[in-house]
């Protein structure tokens, strides 16, 4: 099932209004109006608004006037990054950008990795290579271009680091103030880093993720601060160009199967939306399933898939060595159950051991080096292989979510430390001949 709109009609997008000085000038329209997922209510994106203000339910974005020719045109003219498609996403033609180069990802054929498993159609789409090093980038070059259409001079997140990272990053680009709430304790420190060096205004509370984002939407409820976590439908728009991405760069023969880590569930539903579109509009013949991959200490959305429950049980105190995916509430679980249904897809799980072994694997078969949470898309696949879930000649991409340099920490906890030797020849020869046997051989 296809659950996106897009209207194909062709009327411009300018309207004529009347200056304070008498004159008529135009006035560009925006390309889109917001939806309730949950009763249909629409609204204009004039309004600052994150979900539906008769129900409460999740919006998403519709676009109006689209020209499937005309896209396709000016796609091929544009190198390949976010900003290529921006005729889909919700930003005037009129607004600068603010960008720092995101998208454009490296789409890797895992030889060794296939080997290893016994597939042969194997892909990580290597989301590390964003600028802040993660994924974020997609959605924020998005979200603080609206926030600066909007006019706002704070943005806000709460952030298991990425996020927040991100948005640091962007928010400084713009000049624009940022705002971020983390557990204290629970953020790997490339990414806490990351927000200092920005100028962020870093505040770390005494409780998880779940609670830091009621806190967030709370502030910014009462304040003209503008709020960027995936709540927010226009930082998902950005997160969906991955979807058009793939098509461009496996043209013509699309993924079967995209593997995606998840936490509070954005990027899941963002590119599966993103497929929808591509469908909607001709561009292909097939979406692929969705197959998300939850921690087993913080899997809600895995748990409602099992037991068949078109709503999610909230995990109270959510446990993983992948902090970034360690959120037992997930705003978007409505979004992202749609996605892995409508698409045919599934909700793995995996275990701390399972998603640093898969951690391990890519650093050592492929060069790629991923943070944690990014390995359990990996170590879902290997899972969904040995439960003869996927064939051998698939087209399966891995999205990798975050650089591995974000969590240095968890590499010096759970690898082999480098040894210290004497300054002398044979000490060293000696070292380089005893066996590491912590080392995987190659196949
Ligand atoms: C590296 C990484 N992977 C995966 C996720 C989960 O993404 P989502 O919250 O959109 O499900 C996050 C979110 O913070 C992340 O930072
Ligand atoms: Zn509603």
């Known amino acids: 099932m296809n659950s996106v709109t897009l209207n194909l009609k062709g009327a411009s997008r300018s309207i004529l209004i009347a200056e304070e000085t008498g004159r008529l000038s135009e006035k560009e329209e925006p390309n889109h109006i917001l939806r309730c997922i949950g009763c249909g209510r629409e609204f204009d994106p004039e309004e600052v608004i994150y979900t539906c203000s008769s129900c409460g339910d999740l919006l998403t974005i519709e676009y109006l006037d689209i020209s499937v020719e005309e896209i396709k045109e000016s796609w091929q003219t544009r190198p390949i990054s976010v900003w290529r498609y921006r005729e889909l996403l919700p930003i005037l033609d009129s607004t600068e950008p603010v960008s720092l180069g995101e998208g454009g990802t490296g789409l890797h054929k895992c030889r060794r990795l296939e080997d290893h498993l016994g597939l042969s159609d194997i892909y990580v789409k290597n989301e590390g290579e964003n600028p802040t090093g993660s994924f974020k980038d997609r959605g924020m070059t998005v979200g603080v271009t609206r926030a600066l259409e909007l006019k706002m001079s704070y943005v806000a997140c709460a952030s298991t680091g990425n996020t927040a990272a991100s948005l640091s990053a962007y928010a400084a680009r713009s000049g624009i103030r940022s705002v971020i709430l983390i557990p204290a304790g629970k953020v790997a420190l490339g990414k806490l880093v990351q927000s200092v060096a920005h100028g962020a205004k870093v505040i770390q509370i005494r409780g998880n993720f779940d609670e830091a984002l009621n806190l967030i939407r709370e502030v910014c409820r009462r304040e003209r601060i503008y709020l960027l976590n995936s709540l927010n439908p226009y930082r998902l728009e950005g997160q969906k160009t991955l979807a058009f991405e793939l098509r461009d760069q496996l043209s013509p023969d699309p993924p079967e199967n995209v593997i995606v880590p998840v936490g509070n569930a954005g990027n899941i539903s963002a590119i599966w939306k993103g497929f929808c579109e591509l469908k909607t509009l001709g561009m292909i013949e097939e979406t692929p399933r969705m197959i998300g991959v ?50 045919g897809g599934m909700v793995e799980t995996v275990s701390d051991e399972e998603i640093l072994e898969a951690q391990k694997l890519l650093a050592r078969y492929e060069g790629i080096f991923v943070e944690p949470a990014s390995a359990a898309s990996i170590a879902g696949l290997k899972k969904i292989v040995s439960n003869g879930l996927l064939d051998r000649d698939e087209r399966t991409v891995c999205i990798t979510t975050g650089h591995g340099l974000k969590d240095p920490q968890v590499i010096l906890n759970n690898f082999p430390k480098p040894i210290i030797v004497d300054a002398d020849i044979e000490s060293v020869k000696h070292a380089i001949e005893s066996v590491d046997s912590t080392i995987i051989l190659p196949v």
Do not use: M
């Open 294 to 343: 939850q921690a087993e200490g913080a899997a809600p959305i895995a748990h409602a898939i099992e037991e068949n429950s078109d709503v999610i049980k909230p995990v109270k105190n959510p446990e993983t060595v992948a902090t970034a995916i360690r959120i037992g509430s997930p705003v978007n679980w409505k979004k992202a159950l749609r996605a892995v249904r409508d698409s």
